[in-house]
């Protein structure tokens, strides 16, 4: 196997790695906060424009990580430096 | 093998386990989200707007991220770059 | 082994695994929603229609989940552009 | 190995597996929620009509993620176009 | 190894591990089951006829997978497609 | 090795894995009916009887998936097609 | 290796991987069943007359999972049909 | 290798890994009907002649699957018919 | 294959798998902080400024882990100084 | 490598993992029982002789299963039957 | 492969792998001990300082962990003794 | 490699693992004992000298496997037969 | 590949791992101990003394663990003897 | 590879995983310890003198398995007999 398909085949394990991975922790964790705070609204509705407040910036957080691991993704596939370097090595 | 039955092959497997992983942390925290969502509205029915509200604006945070890995998985099927080269290397 | 193998072997394994492991998830997911939903309305029997709406939309939130790894399986089995190109190949 | 082991080879471990892994989930969301509507049951006699109900509409929610996965097992078995094509390579 | 060696080989491995591993989740979920129909019952005596009822219809739903398992494992014995076809070609 | 050695050494192999693995699902669960029913009886000493039956009726649900297992072991032990194939195939 | 050889080392592990294994649930199921029927008695002395015969029905129940697994062991040390074919083969 | 390496390596590991896997499950089975016990002389002291005697009976049960897989331990060790029958055919 | 190709190939795997990993475990530490907060403001509205502050603070404790892997997969990525020797050496 | 060497090798393993694997479970069921008597003590101090002597009687029976273990740690260690063997076999 | 590729290799996925899997144990305990914080704030407000004093010394501890990995991943990037020494000698 | 090397590198390997893994049961088991003691003592304050005794006979049986593993580990490194057979065999 | 590069690339791998995982156990047992400490202040203000100092005993005992690792990981960067008599040799 | 670097090798390996696995268990086992300790404290502050003894004798238990841990990697590193077995063996 010549060198651009090896970074090629790579590149696209890992790219659909990533985010499949990257988004089961988020996924949960936002779950969870969601669950609580619709939890806590039941609990105390005249708060519920704090507690909404809150989990926005919660979940911004949380969401986050996720998107560290979407913007790696989107390198990996459209602007990756190795793939390039082969690219032009194998086209020089 | 040659490069392009590499690049296919990968492609197919990468497609399939991104979004059978990438479903299971959505489905589960989206599963999450509803229990208690109609547990709070059993405990507070007059919060039941608010609470579907929260809901709503929750399920489609969580959604997204499922989101992340249908997109990377259509685009490795249908919009695969590295593909793309494989296929024009080989007919050039 | 020829490409055309290779491909065909590896789009089988693929759909096979792909729902398999993504209905986990979904499964598990709406098991839960419903098992929550009837205990509410145990719980509060007179919102019965309010829960029932509520739990109607999640289930098709959750179930979405299970239908991305469905047509994703599809795809692979019956609209698979990667075995269409090495079809073509095999035949040119 | 020539094409059509191979191709016979996997389908043939795919349909078993596809089918192995896609009943636990839904086996044990059924399993759960059969019995939060025993427990609702015993805990609202009064509601049993509407329990019941609810609980059948779940359990085909349930339900169709295994059947997906069953459906798959059947087409991998007795529609397979990849062991078709093998077969009609090997044979023409 | 021929052909029919490694179709036959693959089939009794895949047999063996449908039926293994499909019966896991069907014997907890109907084990859950019947506990939470034991622990009704003695909550609620009187509601005793319909809480077997509902017992009963959620162990077949349940018992349900548990066949298309064993479905699969006797068609992959007794009437095995490829196994037909790879006997059909060695003797021929 | 000949065809004979691999179909007898899988056949070995998968019918101890599959009544081992099939064993541990239903006796687990039966061991959570039977704890419970204990626990309804000491709750509910008058239903003893209505307990014990539905206890047993349950015990044979999940038992017989135990015995989907046995039956396959046995068959893949005392009445193995493909080991018969092989042997016809070898003798002759 | 020759076949006796192949066939008698795979009949070692199987045995003992297969009672390995298999007395993992049924061990845990009795350790819960004998839990909860001394919790039982403690809290309902009068009728332990009625827990314990429950309590070894269900034992013998989930014994009997483990005696199938015992079985299957002792069929593959001192009657196993594959070795005793490989002797004979070896030996004619 | 030869035949007889091979038998006796395999039943080494074998006879290993039977007794430790297999003394996990017992074991913990045991702790478990052991702890609830005191929990119930401790709860019920007038009855800790009964608990006492039920206790030893399920620990019987219970050590009867270990003590299976002790005896497969020792027949592999000291009374292997694959060994016998290995060191007869090298010796011959 | 040569120098440049494997330092590129391993240098994509790890960059992808180092956010993947690196980020479940922060997303679910902050789901955690953001659903007590949630419940701590319902129990507690008058400290919700109090429990806000603290929550940021560790917001940030958690997320300053996140960041280490992000920066160590932008290094691999951008900044990668066995590439740049890789490429240096190549060139030379 | 000769037989001698694959013996010995084996051995070695066989031995360490026996004893590492089987003092788990052990370990923790006796940690478990300790426990438990601990706090039965608490609640009931007027029982603790009770309480002791079935603690005592309960260790030996999960002590047991851990000196099964090094029983056959130690058989392999010092009265291998098959390093015998071994040994005379490359000394005779 | 020269040995300043496998080193250079070997450092990029260790250093990835170090840093990811090490930030995992103190992201979740950091989660649990804030967490924990906000809901002793909620409990005890008059405490709030001496709480978020001890918060604050106790992640302290807690970061230590992911510092030490961090530092590793550091020192394998930059200052790598074995690369360097690598280096030298193929420049040597 | 020869038998000395092989040899060494088992001891080697299966010492550390044996005692690593082994510490990981005892460890749990005796951290779960002294926290059960502490909270013991604070419930019933007067019988702390019987909860302590008792403790301290606990821990000695549960620090009894720790003990076996260590002393395997030992005759591992510094008194193993096969080692000494090997350096005697490769002296000779 | 030559003896140092192994020496290397294997000390390279462990010190990683060695940092990384034993990480793990130290910061989630802290973060326990710093949970449960907030949580005792909160319930016992008064003791908040005698609460920190056992906390930062505790602290130190568990740090001790993650030392021992962060130690190990130093020598075999640094002061690693086996890498130092591979240096030697090479050199000599 | 020669004699002195697969020793060498397996050595580093041992080493790291022994006190890094070997970690994991204590630090959890004396995280709940204290985590309980405080929690008596809390709930007994009259006899925290009692606690605290007791605790640092149960801690002293505990650390002992990670100091065999830490004294089998120092052995490993720095008087291993294997190791100066093979450089005795090489330099002679």
Request: negative net charge; hydrophobic residues 55%; glycine residues 8%.
């Amino acid at each position: 196997m010549d060198s651009v398909s090896i970074i090629g085949m790579i590149s696209v394990i890992t790219a659909g790695l990533t985010i499949a991975i990257g988004s089961i922790g988020p996924a949960l964790a936002e779950g969870r906060a969601v669950a609580q705070a619709l939890s806590a609204i039941a609990q105390q509705p005249d708060e519920s424009a704090t507690i909404t407040r809150t989990l926005f910036v919660g979940l911004a957080m949380i969401e986050s990580t996720a998107i560290y691991c979407f913007v790696v993704t989107m390198i990996l596939i459209f602007a990756n430096p190795f793939w390039d370097h082969a690219i032009a090595a194998a086209g020089g």
